[in-house]
Each structure stands twice: as C-alpha cells, then as structure tokens.
C-alpha cells in the first residue's frame, strides 16, 4: 500500500482542516488505517483508527469529540476531519495501513502498521 497525506496547513485555534489521505497499490479495502502525528521533541502518537470496513473507529482521549475519521473504499481515499483546532494539536500528521489485512481490532501502536505516508504538516496558531 502506498500512501500520500495531504491537507495539512496553517490555521487558527478554533479552526478547522480536514485531512485526507491517498492509498495506491495492494487492496485499500482491506486494510485498518490510521492517522498518527508527531510534534517536534515528541514521539509519534496514535490519533485516530478505522477498520477496513469502516464499521469501527478509535480515538486518543485528546481529539475525542474534535475529530472524525473515515474513509472511503470506492475511491482508496480516507480523512481526518479536525475541528475546535488547540495549539498542541500542532505536529505532522502521518497516515497509516495496518501492517495485516482484515485483522481484527485498530492498533494503536505505530509498530502495528507497515504502510506509512510521508505526513502533512498542521500548525495551529493561539
């Protein structure tokens, strides 16, 4: 699975960015994805999940209820809206492909996925 991030940008706290993510290669669909991010100094955290038939999703305590992710299979596309942006949601935002297809249950663990994009950058402004 190749991946291509893309949406990130400048925005003020508040705001709102939706991300997207572009998936080519070996079958999307059976894939669970996921969005991670990485602030400057910081390790790469999980951020949001989506199993491969977009029946379930997992989110870190820290955007529960300010995000949303989904995806769409017909177009190998899948998205992170992030809306009431805070200052320390500012970091690079990677896309992911579980490193298995159709298992069950989102890991969020970086380790547990073996398809990275090259992340888009948000910077959210107080």
């Known amino acids: 699975v190749q991946l291509q991030a893309s949406g990130g940008g400048l925005v003020q706290a508040g705001g709102s960015l939706r991300l997207s993510c572009a998936a080519s290669g070996r079958t999307f669909s059976r894939y669970n994805m996921g969005w991670f991010r990485q602030a400057p100094g910081k390790e790469r955290e999980f951020v949001a999940g989506i199993n491969w038939s977009a029946s379930t999703t997992d989110y870190a305590e820290s955007v529960k209820g300010r995000f949303t992710i989904s995806r769409d299979n017909a177009k190998n596309m899948m998205f992170l809206q992030m809306n009431s942006l805070k200052p320390e949601d500012t970091a690079v935002y990677y896309c992911?492909?579980?490193?298995?297809?159709?298992?069950?249950?989102?890991?969020?663990?970086?380790?547990?996925?073996?398809?990275w994009g090259q992340g888009t950058e948000v910077t959210v402004s107080s």
């Open positions: 992911a492909a579980d490193r298995s297809p159709v298992r069950i249950g989102i890991r969020a663990s970086a380790n547990e996925y073996g398809y």
